[in-house]
Structures are given as structure tokens and as C-alpha cells.
């Protein structure tokens, strides 16, 4: 046979998956999930049968962890020796085991991280509540099994006379697998499993009547009673914990916030290294100081605060971006007849119930047999006494031991037990008040008997038996709940001065969509001109604006979306600097572009609100002639994605946007010299996303250039055309008339072969009551600037003047009013 027929040919999914599978049950079963019945993975509950077998108990001295190790690896567990020392690091730190299993002398670790000292340098002995874990182990209470070398015996799960699993809880990892069962107060889980033993069909609502939820070594407030009881009843849940915080006031009117309990599982260091951060990166006002006082007295996080700061925005701002408050997800997941399970409060308990059911049967069968093994020693023993001289006969008689116990069964009728426990009888046992004693004893005995045969006989006894171990439990080592339980999870706002300074600036931004925020310092030092700022060659400062930090903007877009952009989020630049582009900021498309800039104060949107139908409105208008009004409340939003603002038809777009505080009057200009002036109120209230009503009827090739308010008569329009021609005319001339009509003519073409053009199409309008500054940009990206008192006054039919050069195949695409600054 040659060595290729050796092999069998096999598809690689299958060896692979076999091979996983194997491996898989392995780390499930042996590794990372525990058993429900003694809440235990396999490390932790050789480590502590290896502790107990070698008497490393309470009642001795403390003994060099090595020692364990080395013991639970050659016996055992044959992994590596880290492993083994990190289960037996975690067994004896008080901070994260509700009862520490094992009693560490040393140093065994800290809250803030630190590592253990090395195992040569630590001592450990079982704590007194682990040998409730063990207690009776030696009555055959439970299922032994050979180890991993077939050299030695280990028990497949540990008697544990107390509920560790909810007690202690568990984390872990596997494949396909994880758990995380919080820890629980002791006496709650007992006064549970004594109450579902007393009523069998008691639901998870009635049981959490008495164990109400986790209680965390660590203390703090758990929030979140729904989502304990989805956890109770499904194995799945979310609660929060929240550090337990006190605000105290100082001399000079400053406070500082004192942690002194913090959530379970957090490092202490790095929470106060992160509160530290915050403070030096300035991501929030008002933190002076943070200290670790933490010491023999416990724990205590100080964090001081700076005069007039705001302590209680600040903790908020704390507990929300810190791990002052974290989440904590319940997956009780443990392994129920060699199978992982994810399990809810019920059954958890009723496993535990059915373990102690079996190990205390099986203890007192053993006791049983014990009992009436003695009972059997002393009958025959108190029998041989009453016939005293005739057995002592028969024994000189007898020619050796072996002979004697023969005679005794042969002419007496003891059992051969009797007749040996005779032959080794003590001579002093003769005494009349030993002889007394046995009979008191084989007395006792049989009550025992009848005792031990009456728990196997009544499932009533046998639950009574397990009440009152468990009661003795529960009085011993019970302890206080450290956790407070608040059923509803209470909401964190946290105020944008908190964390933002509030400070006036300066914010640009220019007509190719370059944004900076720049500070009053610096625009004055640099000469408090506007018309200096920073930018690239070819552009030009579209909007400028005066918000405070604590601002934000809207931006909307000529395609009917929107944008929030807080203040404080706009990069700070120098004047003199270019920017950023806004691209970086928000994600606005290519193919579209801003068309009106809106800010907003911090109390806008509360006030919108509570003013309902009456409060500020945005006015929104089309190149068609579609006009939509819709309150400001409408566009509260914390996204910083694009949104809806208005719905626009397919060839149409926004081409102004205007907040409106009371309602007055619109005036819209077309590109072809119509205009009509209505009333804005003839504009219904629509919602965000509507597509709004007819403003004006346009002739074809028509579109509105422009739209804004007007009211009363005072006042001029200014109208600009594509070819820099400019005039203005009296407002009283432009009468109210009814929203949707054809308007009147608010300026006249030159037209003719002979006559020098003053232009094809309007390109905006204004509403002027005073000498303003304007700006254009040609499609060519040429900039000028005129002012308005350059436009001569006359009639709406008028043709106007020339105010700007402008090269008839270059004509102007764009116009706005220059900004003004009041510092």
C-alpha cells in the first residue's frame, strides 16, 4: 500500500467545523461559563477543592499562593500558571466579589488596576463562607470524577450550601458564549429561595418582592427596575449604575463634588484620570481641580469646582460623558446539564433548589448509613455486656483472633461487624457508667435513625432541612444592601454652558463655503475692518454674522434642506485666516449650495414651542413662485445630518429663506421686472416637509430673484439687473394685492437695436431704508461692490441706471448686502 492510500480525501468545512465544535463544548463547558448549581467555572472550583483537600482552611495559617497554583496545575488543571493565579486574584478581591471566596494576605491588587504581587509573594487560606461552598463534600454529596491523568479524583461540582451564582455573580466569555450575572445581596437570595420553596408557582414580579435586584460590592444607585425584571424574566436586560455623589459647599462660595461610591467593574484611576482630561482639554467650564482622597476611610473622588461654577450642570456633564454612570447589561447565561442555557431569576433558583434537594438527600443517606452501621455495633456491644462472663469465656477459649470472632457469630449470633467491634472493645468500656453510656448511645442512635429516615422519607422535612441551613447562612454572613435601587432611570440634560464658554465672536462664511469662527480680540487687533478678512483668492465673504458660542445656525440649502451647526463646533480661526471648508462640518452634497444663513439662541426653540400657532415662523420661497410658512419649533433638531426642510418640485429651488417673528408682509421680485406684495398671514401654517402655496403667478421663463418682508410705506426697493444696472423706487408705490396674482411691473428692459441694453433679467432686490453697502459676482467669479444711494430714486417702471461695470458675456449671476458689525 502506498503512503497516498492512507488517506481519506475530506472536505475542509467539515474537519473544520468538527474541529471547532469540539473546542467550542470545551471552552463552554470546562472554561469560560459556570454551572448554575454552584455558580463556579472550573478554575475556581478546583482552586478552592485544592485549598480545602490540602487543609488550607480558615482555622490555619495563611499559605503561599504558589503553593495553591502549583497544587491546583499538577492536580487538576493543566493550563498555565497565570491563568490559575488570576481566578484565585479575582476569588479574594472584596471589590468585585459580593463574599470573597479566598482570604488574601498581601497585596492582592487595588481599584485604581494595580497588578497583584507575584504569587511567590502572596498567602491565601479559604474565607470562612467558602467552606459553606465545600461543607459535607466528604458525604458523598455530590459526583466525582477521575482528573486529567486518571491520578486523582475531583468533585464535577461543589455541595455550596449557599446560592453563589446570584451571590457572587460572573463574567465571562466563550465561544459563541458569554455571561454577566451581577452580584446579589446574600440575605435577598436566600429570603428568595426560601420563598419560591415555600411557593413553587410564584412569579418573577412576587420574587423580586424579595429580592429586588443586584447589589454591587462597589455600592452606587441602580437605575432601571424594567430593565431588572426583563433580565428576571428573559436573562436579558440593561440597567444603569451611578456613582453615589454629594455636592459641598467650600469657603468663598466655591463647591466641589465628593464620590465616594462608583459603579462596579470601573477603574478607579482611570475615571479620575478621564474626569482630569476633561478638565485640562477645557470640554467643560468650571472644573478647578480633581483629586483621589481615596484611603484606609474608603473611597472619595474629589472634584472642585471654580467660584460660581455650575455643580450641578457640571456633575450632569459628568455622569453622562464619564463612567460617573455606566451601563450595565445582565446576560445570565450558565451551563444547565452540560449545556449552556440563557436563564432567567425562576430558573436559576429552581436549579439551585433541585442541586440542594440532591446533595442534602444524598448527605443524609450517607448518614443514614452511618447511623445504622453504629446502631448496629451497639446493639451487639450492649448484648455482649449483658452475657459478659460467657463471652469472655469463649474468647480465652478461642486459639486466636480470627478463631474467637468465629465462636462469637457461632455461639451467640452476632454478625461478624459485631463480633470485631466486640474484639476491639477497651477493657475500661466494662465500667458500669461506659456500659450506661453505650446504652444511651444506641438509644440516640435509633432516634437518629428514625430522624434521617423521616427527611428521605417527607420532601416537607427535606425543604426544612434546607430553609434552616440556609437561615444559619444567611444570619452568619449576611451583610446590608450596598446598592440603591431607583426604578426609573432618570435622564440626564446637560446644559451647553457647561460646556462651552460663552463668548461673542465673529462667524464668516464665504460664497465658496469657506466657515471660521473668529474672536472680538482677534478681529479688532487686526483692525475691526470686515472687509479684511481671510480669503482665497477669488472668493468673498458671503454672510457674516456676530453670534454668541452658545448660538447655533441654521443653514439652508437651495435643494429644501437644512442644517444645525452650533456655534461652538465652527473651528476658530484668526481674521486673517481662510477657514475651513464647511464640507468638513456638514455633510452638504456637491450639487447644492447654501442659501440662507438663520441663527438661533440657546432658548428659541422653548420659546417657539411654548408660543405654538403664535410663535416665530420660517418663511421659505421658490424660483416658481411657491411661498411655505412653517413655525421655528419645527426645525429643533440635534442631528447633525441633513434634513427636510421643505419640499421642493423637481427644476425648482429655494431661493430665500427668512425667520419671521410676527407676521407682516411679503414682497416678491421675478426675474422678468414683475413684483407683488401680500400679506404673509395669507400664507397658511404648514408642517416642515410641505411643499407650500402659490405666491405669485410667473409667466414662462420666469422665476422670483428675489423675496423678503416689508411693512408700512417707508423705504425704497432696489432692483439690480444681470448687466449692473441698478435704480430704486418708493415703496408706497407697490400695493397690497391678493397672494398668487401676476403683480405689477417693478422695472422696464431697454430693448432695440440702437439702444445700449441695461440688461436680460433682474438679479435681486432689496428692501433699503437707509445708505447700504451691496456686493455682486458675475459668473465669472468677478466681484465688485456699489452702494445704494448709486441707484437714482424713480418710477417702478423706470429703466435705472449703470452702477457697476459689467461685460455683457460676463454678466452678474449673483448679489448680496455687505454685512455690518456692531461691536
Same mark, same amino acid.
Given at each position: 500500500?502506498?503512503?497516498?492510500?492512507?488517506?481519506?480525501?475530506?472536505?475542509?468545512?467539515?474537519?473544520?467545523?468538527?474541529?471547532?465544535?469540539?473546542?467550542?463544548?470545551?471552552?463552554?463547558?470546562?472554561?469560560?461559563?459556570?454551572?448554575?448549581?454552584?455558580?463556579?467555572?472550573?478554575?475556581?472550583?478546583?482552586?478552592?477543592?485544592?485549598?480545602?483537600?490540602?487543609?488550607?482552611?480558615?482555622?490555619?495559617?495563611?499559605?503561599?499562593?504558589?503553593?495553591?497554583?502549583?497544587?491546583?496545575?499538577?492536580?487538576?488543571?493543566?493550563?498555565?500558571?497565570?491563568?490559575?493565579?488570576?481566578?484565585?486574584?479575582?476569588?479574594?478581591?472584596?471589590?468585585?466579589?459580593?463574599?470573597?471566596?479566598?482570604?488574601?494576605?498581601?497585596?492582592?491588587?487595588?481599584?485604581?488596576?494595580?497588578?497583584?504581587?507575584?504569587?511567590?509573594?502572596?498567602?491565601?487560606?479559604?474565607?470562612?463562607?467558602?467552606?459553606?461552598?465545600?461543607?459535607?463534600?466528604?458525604?458523598?454529596?455530590?459526583?466525582?470524577?477521575?482528573?486529567?491523568?486518571?491520578?486523582?479524583?475531583?468533585?464535577?461540582?461543589?455541595?455550596?450550601?449557599?446560592?453563589?451564582?446570584?451571590?457572587?455573580?460572573?463574567?465571562?466569555?466563550?465561544?459563541?458564549?458569554?455571561?454577566?450575572?451581577?452580584?446579589?445581596?446574600?440575605?435577598?437570595?436566600?429570603?428568595?429561595?426560601?420563598?419560591?420553596?415555600?411557593?413553587?408557582?410564584?412569579?418573577?414580579?412576587?420574587?423580586?418582592?424579595?429580592?429586588?435586584?443586584?447589589?454591587?460590592?462597589?455600592?452606587?444607585?441602580?437605575?432601571?427596575?424594567?430593565?431588572?425584571?426583563?433580565?428576571?424574566?428573559?436573562?436579558?436586560?440593561?440597567?444603569?449604575?451611578?456613582?453615589?455623589?454629594?455636592?459641598?459647599?467650600?469657603?468663598?462660595?466655591?463647591?466641589?463634588?465628593?464620590?465616594?461610591?462608583?459603579?462596579?467593574?470601573?477603574?478607579?484611576?482611570?475615571?479620575?484620570?478621564?474626569?482630569?482630561?476633561?478638565?485640562?482639554?477645557?470640554?467643560?467650564?468650571?472644573?478647578?481641580?480633581?483629586?483621589?482622597?481615596?484611603?484606609?476611610?474608603?473611597?472619595?473622588?474629589?472634584?472642585?469646582?471654580?467660584?460660581?461654577?455650575?455643580?450641578?450642570?457640571?456633575?450632569?456633564?459628568?455622569?453622562?460623558?464619564?463612567?460617573?454612570?455606566?451601563?450595565?447589561?445582565?446576560?445570565?447565561?450558565?451551563?444547565?446539564?452540560?449545556?449552556?442555557?440563557?436563564?432567567?431569576?425562576?430558573?436559576?433558583?429552581?436549579?439551585?433548589?433541585?442541586?440542594?434537594?440532591?446533595?442534602?438527600?444524598?448527605?443524609?443517606?450517607?448518614?443514614?448509613?452511618?447511623?445504622?452501621?453504629?446502631?448496629?455495633?451497639?446493639?451487639?456491644?450492649?448484648?455482649?455486656?449483658?452475657?459478659?462472663?460467657?463471652?469472655?469465656?469463649?474468647?480465652?477459649?478461642?486459639?486466636?483472633?480470627?478463631?474467637?470472632?468465629?465462636?462469637?457469630?457461632?455461639?451467640?449470633?452476632?454478625?461478624?461487624?459485631?463480633?470485631?467491634?466486640?474484639?476491639?472493645?477497651?477493657?475500661?468500656?466494662?465500667?458500669?457508667?461506659?456500659?450506661?453510656?453505650?446504652?444511651?448511645?444506641?438509644?440516640?442512635?435509633?432516634?437518629?435513625?428514625?430522624?434521617?429516615?423521616?427527611?428521605?422519607?417527607?420532601?416537607?422535612?427535606?425543604?426544612?432541612?434546607?430553609?434552616?441551613?440556609?437561615?444559619?447562612?444567611?444570619?452568619?454572613?449576611?451583610?446590608?444592601?450596598?446598592?440603591?435601587?431607583?426604578?426609573?432611570?432618570?435622564?440626564?440634560?446637560?446644559?451647553?454652558?457647561?460646556?462651552?464658554?460663552?463668548?461673542?465672536?465673529?462667524?464668516?462664511?464665504?460664497?465658496?463655503?469657506?466657515?471660521?469662527?473668529?474672536?472680538?480680540?482677534?478681529?479688532?487687533?487686526?483692525?475691526?475692518?470686515?472687509?479684511?478678512?481671510?480669503?482665497?483668492?477669488?472668493?468673498?465673504?458671503?454672510?457674516?454674522?456676530?453670534?454668541?458660542?452658545?448660538?447655533?445656525?441654521?443653514?439652508?440649502?437651495?435643494?429644501?434642506?437644512?442644517?444645525?451647526?452650533?456655534?461652538?463646533?465652527?473651528?476658530?480661526?484668526?481674521?486673517?485666516?481662510?477657514?475651513?471648508?464647511?464640507?468638513?462640518?456638514?455633510?452638504?452634497?456637491?450639487?447644492?449650495?447654501?442659501?440662507?444663513?438663520?441663527?438661533?439662541?440657546?432658548?428659541?426653540?422653548?420659546?417657539?414651542?411654548?408660543?405654538?400657532?403664535?410663535?416665530?415662523?420660517?418663511?421659505?420661497?421658490?424660483?416658481?413662485?411657491?411661498?411655505?410658512?412653517?413655525?421655528?419649533?419645527?426645525?429643533?433638531?440635534?442631528?447633525?445630518?441633513?434634513?427636510?426642510?421643505?419640499?421642493?418640485?423637481?427644476?425648482?429651488?429655494?431661493?430665500?429663506?427668512?425667520?419671521?417673528?410676527?407676521?407682516? +408682509? *411679503? $414682497?416678491?421680485? %421675478?426675474?422678468? =421686472?414683475?413684483?407683488? !406684495?401680500? &400679506?404673509?398671514?395669507?400664507?397658511?401654517? #404648514? @408642517? /416642515?416637509?410641505?411643499?407650500?402655496?402659490?405666491?405669485?403667478?410667473?409667466?414662462?421663463?420666469?422665476?422670483?430673484?428675489?423675496?423678503?418682508?416689508?411693512?408700512?410705506?417707508?423705504? +425704497? *426697493? $432696489?432692483?439690480? %439687473?444681470?448687466? =449692473?444696472?441698478?435704480? !430704486?423706487? &418708493?415703496?408706497?408705490?407697490?400695493?397690497? #394685492? @391678493? /397672494?398668487?396674482?401676476?403683480?405689477?411691473?417693478?422695472?422696464?428692459?431697454?430693448?432695440?437695436?440702437?439702444?445700449?441694453?441695461?440688461?436680460?433679467?433682474?438679479?435681486?432686490?432689496?428692501?433699503?431704508?437707509?445708505?447700504?453697502?451691496? =456686493?455682486?459676482?458675475?459668473?465669472?467669479?468677478?466681484?465688485?461692490?456699489?452702494?445704494?444711494?448709486?441707484?437714482?430714486?424713480?418710477?417702478?417702471?423706470?429703466?435705472?441706471?449703470?452702477?457697476?461695470?459689467?461685460?455683457?458675456?460676463?454678466?452678474?449671476?449673483?448679489?448680496?448686502?455687505?454685512?455690518?458689525?456692531?461691536?
Amino acid at each position: 500500500m502506498s503512503l497516498l492510500e492512507q488517506f481519506l480525501p475530506a472536505f475542509l468545512e467539515e474537519v473544520v467545523g468538527d474541529r471547532f465544535g469540539r473546542y467550542s463544548k470545551y471552552i463552554i463547558q470546562d472554561r469560560a461559563i459556570p454551572d448554575v448549581r454552584d455558580g463556579l467555572k472550573p478554575v475556581q472550583r478546583r482552586i478552592l477543592y485544592a485549598m480545602y483537600d490540602s487543609g488550607n482552611t480558615p482555622d490555619k495559617p495563611y499559605r503561599k499562593s504558589a503553593k495553591t497554583v502549583g497544587d491546583v496545575m499538577g492536580n487538576y488543571h493543566p493550563h498555565g500558571d497565570s491563568s490559575i493565579y488570576d481566578g484565585m486574584v479575582r476569588m479574594a478581591q472584596p471589590w468585585k466579589m459580593a463574599h470573597t471566596l479566598v482570604d488574601g494576605h498581601g497585596n492582592w491588587g487595588s481599584m485604581d488596576d494595580d497588578p497583584p504581587a507575584a504569587m511567590r509573594y502572596t498567602e491565601a487560606r479559604l474565607s470562612p463562607i467558602a467552606m459553606e461552598l465545600l461543607r459535607d463534600i466528604e458525604k458523598r454529596t455530590v459526583l466525582f470524577k477521575d482528573n486529567f491523568d486518571n491520578t486523582a479524583k475531583e468533585p464535577v461540582v461543589l455541595p455550596a450550601r449557599f446560592p453563589n451564582l446570584l451571590v457572587n455573580g460572573v463574567s465571562g466569555i466563550s465561544s459563541g458564549f458569554a455571561t454577566e450575572i451581577p452580584p446579589h445581596n446574600l440575605r435577598e437570595v436566600i429570603n428568595a429561595c426560601v420563598a419560591l420553596m415555600d411557593k413553587p408557582d410564584m412569579t418573577v414580579a412576587e420574587l423580586m418582592g424579595v429580592l429586588r435586584g443586584p447589589d454591587f460590592p462597589t455600592g452606587g444607585l441602580i437605575m432601571g427596575e424594567e430593565g431588572i425584571r426583563d433580565a428576571y424574566e428573559t436573562g436579558k436586560g440593561r440597567i444603569y449604575i451611578r456613582s453615589k455623589t454629594a455636592i459641598e459647599d467650600l469657603r468663598g462660595g466655591k463647591q466641589q463634588i465628593v464620590v465616594t461610591e462608583i459603579p462596579y467593574q470601573v477603574v478607579k484611576s482611570k475615571l479620575v484620570a478621564a474626569i482630569d482630561n476633561l478638565r485640562a482639554e477645557k470640554k467643560v467650564e468650571g472644573i478647578a481641580e480633581v483629586r483621589d482622597e481615596s484611603g484606609r476611610n474608603g473611597l472619595r473622588i474629589v472634584i472642585e469646582l471654580k467660584k460660581e461654577a455650575d455643580a450641578e450642570g457640571i456633575l450632569a456633564y459628568l455622569l453622562k460623558k464619564t463612567d460617573l454612570q455606566v451601563v450595565y447589561n445582565f446576560n445570565m447565561v450558565a451551563i444547565v446539564n452540560k449545556a449552556p442555557r440563557q436563564l432567567g431569576l425562576k430558573p436559576i433558583l429552581e436549579a439551585y433548589i433541585a442541586h440542594q434537594k440532591e446533595v442534602v438527600t444524598h448527605r443524609t443517606q450517607f448518614d443514614l448509613e452511618k447511623a445504622e452501621d453504629r446502631a448496629h455495633v451497639l446493639e451487639g456491644l450492649v448484648k455482649a455486656l449483658n452475657l459478659l462472663d460467657e463471652v469472655i469465656e469463649t474468647i480465652k477459649a478461642s486459639k486466636n483472633r480470627q478463631d474467637a470472632q468465629n465462636n462469637l457469630v457461632a455461639k451467640f449470633g452476632f454478625s461478624e461487624r459485631q463480633a470485631d467491634a466486640i474484639l476491639t472493645l477497651q477493657l475500661y468500656r466494662l465500667t458500669n457508667l461506659e456500659i450506661t453510656s453505650l446504652e444511651k448511645e444506641h438509644a440516640d442512635t435509633l432516634k437518629k435513625i428514625n430522624q434521617l429516615r423521616s427527611i428521605l422519607d417527607n420532601p416537607k422535612k427535606l425543604l426544612g432541612v434546607i430553609k434552616d441551613e440556609l437561615g444559619e447562612i444567611s444570619g452568619k454572613f449576611g451583610i446590608d444592601r450596598r446598592s440603591v435601587i431607583q426604578g426609573e432611570v432618570e435622564e440626564l440634560k446637560v446644559n451647553l454652558e457647561v460646556t462651552v464658554p460663552s463668548e461673542d465672536v465673529v462667524m464668516t462664511l464665504s460664497r465658496q463655503g469657506y466657515v471660521k469662527r473668529t474672536s472680538l480680540l482677534s478681529f479688532t487687533r487686526s483692525g475691526g475692518d470686515l472687509g479684511s478678512s481671510g480669503v482665497k483668492e477669488g472668493d468673498v465673504i458671503r454672510w457674516t454674522l456676530q453670534p454668541n458660542t452658545l448660538d447655533s445656525l441654521l443653514l439652508f440649502t437651495q435643494k429644501g434642506q437644512y442644517f444645525l451647526l452650533p456655534v461652538h463646533q465652527i473651528p476658530e480661526f484668526k481674521w486673517k485666516d481662510t477657514g475651513t471648508a464647511i464640507v468638513n462640518l456638514l455633510p452638504l452634497s456637491k450639487d447644492d449650495r447654501i442659501v440662507s444663513v438663520i441663527p438661533t439662541k440657546p432658548g428659541d426653540w422653548n420659546a417657539a414651542a411654548a408660543a405654538g400657532p403664535e410663535g416665530s415662523a420660517l418663511v421659505f420661497v421658490t424660483k416658481r413662485g411657491q411661498v411655505k410658512r412653517t413655525l421655528l419649533a419645527e426645525y429643533a433638531t440635534n442631528r447633525s445630518t441633513a434634513i427636510s426642510a421643505a419640499k421642493v418640485a423637481d427644476g425648482d429651488e429655494i431661493v430665500s429663506v427668512y425667520r419671521s417673528d410676527a407676521p407682516e +408682509e *411679503i $414682497l416678491l421680485v %421675478t426675474e422678468q =421686472g414683475m413684483s407683488i !406684495r401680500f &400679506l404673509e398671514s395669507e400664507v397658511s401654517l #404648514q @408642517g /416642515r416637509v410641505a411643499g407650500g402655496v402659490r405666491g405669485i403667478s410667473l409667466k414662462e421663463g420666469d422665476g422670483v430673484a428675489a423675496a423678503f418682508p416689508v411693512s408700512g410705506d417707508e423705504g +425704497e *426697493i $432696489l432692483v439690480l %439687473t444681470d448687466l =449692473g444696472y441698478a435704480k !430704486r423706487s &418708493l415703496l408706497i408705490d407697490y400695493p397690497q #394685492q @391678493g /397672494r398668487g396674482g401676476k403683480g405689477i411691473q417693478t422695472f422696464e428692459f431697454k430693448e432695440g437695436k440702437r439702444v445700449k441694453p441695461n440688461g436680460n433679467r433682474l438679479v435681486s432686490a432689496y428692501h433699503v431704508k437707509e445708505a447700504a453697502a451691496l =456686493g455682486a459676482v458675475t459668473a465669472g467669479g468677478v466681484y465688485g461692490e456699489f452702494n445704494s444711494e448709486d441707484a437714482p430714486i424713480d418710477d417702478r417702471r423706470s429703466i435705472g441706471k449703470s452702477v457697476l461695470a459689467v461685460d455683457r458675456g460676463d454678466p452678474l449671476t449673483e448679489s448680496f448686502r455687505k454685512p455690518t458689525l456692531t461691536l
